[in-house]
């Protein structure tokens, strides 16, 4: 892979063309820069704050298209797992299984992501500090050959709010895995509009330039043409017009970083 990673695409899977049209435009886009691109997208949020917020298609349908995204599209493509049964069906399509951030200390979950041989890619948990995710580490590498990944996604702090402390970036670093800053779901405002979650999209760019200012080595982002019409995490999301701008600050600070023998 590339030096740097873009993980994006929309929080959540709602149709097929509209999938297959932000995958193939996020494809075009980073095309222009030397960052290595996954789509990402969910199948089920089971994590909803209410029972009547959309979830996905669910396993089957959202598979199916995640495979379309992989083989017309030609992306790795990454989603996330809530049980151990959905783990099989799940590693015979995509690249990278993730772990979301409120199950980072499932045992199990993490082992048998771990004995498919894909890179996982766990969520720090809001609630985790940075040193006690070396654990979740171990687990992750006890069958698993492959690369781990950690993403930073915010701490919660106070009610219905997350802060980002950049120090966890090197003391995760520190365990010998990539980190990856999620920018967007560290400004979600958790439960903030009664019933679903809010968020602070104007402050996306700035975590995402402080991010690589630290040295993460990817990005996280959640995206959508109009993030106001989401069916999940639209406030956090960013609208796809605003991206060539962001990818072209993050491919500057790089270069700032390297003139300055700064690696990620």
């Given at each position: ?6 993980l994006?695409g ?19 886009l980073l ?6 691109y996954v ?11 209410s029972?009547f ?11 199916s298209?995640l495979?379309?995204v992989?083989?017309?599209?030609g992306v790795?493509v990454?989603?996330d ?6 783990i ?5 399509v ?9 199950l980072?200390?499932q ?19 809001q ?16 069958f698993n050959?492959?690369?781990?990944w950690?993403?930073?996604r ?5 009610y ?5 402390d950049?120090?966890?970036i ?31 999209r ?7 330039r402080?991010?690589?200012a630290?040295?993460v080595?990817?990005?996280?982002i ?10 999940c ?7 796809l ?8 600050q993050i491919?500057?600070l ?11």
């Amino acid at each position: 892979m590339k030096d740097f990673l873009i993980l994006a695409g929309p929080c959540v899977l709602e149709d097929l063309d509209l999938t297959l049209y932000m995958a193939d435009f996020l494809k075009k886009l980073l095309s222009k820069f030397e960052f290595e691109y996954v789509f990402k997208a969910s199948f089920d949020k089971a994590n909803r704050t209410s029972l009547f917020s959309y979830r996905g298609p669910g396993l089957e349908k959202g598979l199916s298209w995640l495979y379309e995204v992989k083989t017309k599209v030609g992306v790795p493509v990454t989603t996330d797992v809530h049980e151990t049964w959905q783990i099989k069906p799940v590693a015979e399509v995509v690249d990278v299984i993730q772990i979301p951030a409120f199950l980072c200390r499932q045992t199990d979950l993490i082992l048998e992501a771990s004995k498919t041989g894909k890179i996982v890619n766990i969520k720090k948990g809001q609630f985790m500090s940075p040193w006690d995710m070396k654990y979740a580490i171990e687990k992750a590498k006890a069958f698993n050959s492959s690369e781990v990944w950690v993403t930073e996604r915010g701490y919660s702090f106070g009610y219905r709010n997350l802060v980002v402390d950049f120090r966890a970036i090197p003391i995760m670093k520190a365990f010998g895995v990539k980190v990856i800053l999620d920018a967007t779901h560290s400004v979600q405002l958790p439960g903030g509009e009664e019933g679903k979650s809010g968020g602070q999209r104007e402050f996306v760019p700035y975590l995402v330039r402080a991010g690589v200012a630290v040295g993460v080595d990817g990005i996280f982002i959640e995206v959508h043409p109009e993030p106001e019409k989401a069916l999940c995490d639209g406030p956090n999301s960013l609208p796809l017009s605003s991206l060539e701008s962001l990818f072209s600050q993050i491919a500057d600070l790089r270069e700032v970083l390297k003139k300055h023998g700064i690696s990620s």
